[in-house]
Every structure is written in structure tokens, then in C-alpha cells.
């Protein structure tokens, strides 16, 4: 199904609804493994960023050309600890869905703050251009090409964030950020039903 109309048309008979759900369900797969790959990269989770992709997936990300898993390997070992925050958003994301293959463009904003440049945040923007396949029923990335489309450098003040007299809770850039811990919850909830 294309994107165009989609939604817009009224479904009759129910082998076109078992149809659709299942177009909604693949999207929604898709869509979830892009977000997660980038929840990886941004807590240093190399097991969220590899469940976004097939064993055999390979990545062309700058410099670099090869498997995903040895991309995101490195990620984690070498760059991630340079970093003083990353942060991954995803806006757009355009599926062109097949059988058992999509093509996906998914728009990406990266932030990144390093240990050396503290003052300064380094702003990405481009796109994710991913061919999925389906293999044992699981969708994930099979190849990403990532496109730069602009970056460039901004003045940083972390003291000046949240609000005064009002702190957030502070996020954290491993397994003990709170996300886990409602993730945690709602799988322990699960098991005990």
C-alpha cells in the first residue's frame, strides 16, 4: 500500500481488514525498529541497536562502509565514551512497504555534545534510508544509508537548562537511565498476568 490515501478509504470485507492491519502492523514494526536503533545510540545500548538490524545488515554511515554490527560495536566501545550527550530524533518517516521488503526514509536530527567541547553541541541533520526485509516473520534493517543533508556548530550552556526551581529528573546514558525502569515494569507486569 502507498502512502497516498492511506487510511482514507473505508474497508468492507474482512479479508480487506486482515489487509490492512497487517499494512498497519508491518508499519508499525518499521517504524519502531528505526526509533530503537536510535534509543541504542543514545544510551550506548549495543543490544537495542543490534535488534534493529538483520546479522548480515550492512551500513554505509560516513567513513564508514561495512557490517552494521561492527559499526555499532565500535559506536559503543570507541565513540560513545566521548560523548557527553547524544541525542537521535526522528521526524519523518516515509514507508514504502512490499511483501516481505520496505524501502524507508526516515529524517534524523543527531546532537551531540563531547567531552572536549563541552560549550558546544554538534547538530546532524539528515536522513536514514533503509531497505528492510522480512526473515522469520521479524522486520528489521537488512541495509542503511545515511545522508547528510546539513550540520554545524552551536553554543551550549548546560546550566541554563529545565526549569529554575522546578529540576527534572536527570537522564542518563546507560542502563540505568529511568526509561529502563519503565520497560522493566511493564515486562515484569507482563510475566506475573
Keep these: 500500500m502507498s502512502d497516498a490515501g492511506a487510511g482514507t478509504r473505508h474497508i468492507t470485507?474482512?479479508?480487506a481488514l486482515s489487509r490492512?492491519?497487517?499494512?498497519?502492523d508491518t508499519?508499525?514494526?518499521?517504524?519502531?525498529a528505526v526509533l530503537t536503533c536510535c534509543r541504542g545510540?543514545?544510551?550506548?545500548d549495543l543490544s537495542l541497536i543490534l535488534s534493529a538490524y538483520h546479522d548480515d545488515a550492512v551500513l554505509r554511515h560516513g567513513p564508514f562502509e561495512g557490517p552494521a554490527s561492527t559499526f555499532a560495536a565500535e559506536w559503543v566501545r570507541d565513540r560513545f565514551p566521548a560523548f557527553l550527550s547524544t541525542s537521535h530524533r526522528v521526524a519523518n518517516v516515509l514507508i514504502h512497504d512490499g511483501v516481505d521488503e520496505a524501502f524507508v526514509e526516515s529524517y534524523v536530527l543527531g546532537y551531540i555534545v563531547t567531552r572536549a567541547a563541552p560549550d558546544r553541541?554538534?547538530?546532524?541533520s539528515g536522513r536514514y534510508c533503509d531497505d528492510f526485509a522480512k526473515r522469520n516473520g521479524i522486520w528489521a534493517?537488512?541495509?542503511r544509508t545515511s545522508l547528510h543533508d546539513w550540520s554545524g556548530v552551536m553554543a551550549f550552556a548546560p546550566e541554563s537548562a529545565g526549569v529554575p526551581g522546578r529540576p527534572f529528573v536527570?537522564?542518563?546514558?546507560?542502563r540505568d537511565d529511568p526509561s529502563y525502569e519503565g520497560v522493566a515494569r511493564l515486562t515484569t507486569g507482563r510475566a506475573s498476568r
Design 13 to 15: 470485507d474482512v479479508e
Design 20 to 24: 490492512h492491519l497487517e499494512n498497519l
Design 27 to 32: 508499519r508499525e514494526r518499521v517504524r519502531s
Design 41 to 44: 545510540m543514545d544510551r550506548g
Design 121 to 124: 553541541v554538534t547538530v546532524f
Design 141 to 143: 534493517i537488512a541495509r
Design 170 to 174: 536527570q537522564g542518563r546514558r546507560d
